[in-house]
């Protein structure tokens, strides 16, 4: 079974500056699906960020890019230039094949004025 | 497209009662999947579809049932409600067409409280 690890219950970050949501998940497959997802205080699901396991480079989408250690099984979510916007919380997931995506616990992250 | 809509948004239920949360798409999305989301729990999932005719449990699945007759519509049936079941509810679709790294699209959530 797979499982995703968040560690980080609550963080809290200056705007403008540099903020990195770390996860980390444990799968026996070679081949998979890594993907952050935020959930603003409307409580919409809105997909950040996905990534294939078998891509070595790391995506980006404009401020946001991730940092993905596959020997390490790690995926951090890294938001440059934070904007009171981005205040949310982020849930790491996983996915192989046509299983269901499995979440993280979540990350809630403020982003003081 | 409205894309996936889910109704209501907000729902008052007393211990044993029952009731239905609709959950449609129009996007001609074969895969569909239910969770519930609870305080420092993340989201859980409780059932899913992979098309029309074909449902599988998750890792949550007691108290819940679901159907799928159609491509559109993934209804979650509670047959007699818990307090236990007070939560946030979401539906979700994908194709599965291409594969797992298809984004999953997410309807707006039903908040659910159990008397």
């Known amino acids: 079974a797979q499982t995703v690890t968040q560690s980080q219950p609550e963080m809290s970050v200056q705007e403008a500056e540099t903020v990195t949501l770390s996860c980390t998940y444990d799968?026996?497959?070679?081949?998979?699906?890594l993907f952050w997802y935020k959930q603003p205080p409307s409580r919409q699901m809105i997909l950040v960020i996905r990534?294939?396991?078998?891509?070595?480079q790391n995506a980006t989408e404009n401020r946001f890019s991730v940092n993905f250690q596959k020997a390490a099984k790690s995926f951090s979510l890294k938001i440059s230039d934070s904007q009171l916007g981005d205040t949310a919380m982020y849930f790491c997931?996983?996915?192989?094949?046509?299983?269901?995506?499995?979440f993280g616990k979540g990350t809630r992250l403020s982003v003081i004025a | 497209n409205a894309g996936v809509t889910q109704t209501p948004k907000f729902q008052v239920l007393k211990t044993g009662q029952s009731m239905t949360l609709q959950c449609a798409q129009d996007m001609n999305h074969e895969y569909m999947s239910w969770y519930r989301q609870d305080p420092g729990m993340g989201l859980r999932l409780i059932h899913y579809?992979?098309?029309?005719?074909?449902?599988d449990q998750g890792e949550v699945p007691n108290g819940y049932n679901v159907s799928r007759s159609t491509t559109e519509d993934f209804p979650l049936r509670l047959l007699s409600a818990a307090p236990s079941q007070t939560s946030v509810y979401f539906c979700?679709?994908?194709?599965?067409?291409?594969?797992?790294?298809?984004?999953?699209?997410f309807g707006p959530g039903t908040r659910l409280t159990v008397l």
């Open positions: 997931a996983s996915r192989r094949g046509n299983t269901p995506l499995v």
């Open positions: 979700a679709s994908s194709r599965t067409s291409g594969g797992p790294y298809n984004e999953q699209f």
């Open positions: 799968t026996s497959e070679s081949n998979y699906y």
């Open positions: 990534q294939e396991a078998y891509k070595q």
């Open positions: 579809s992979v098309g029309a005719g074909i449902t």
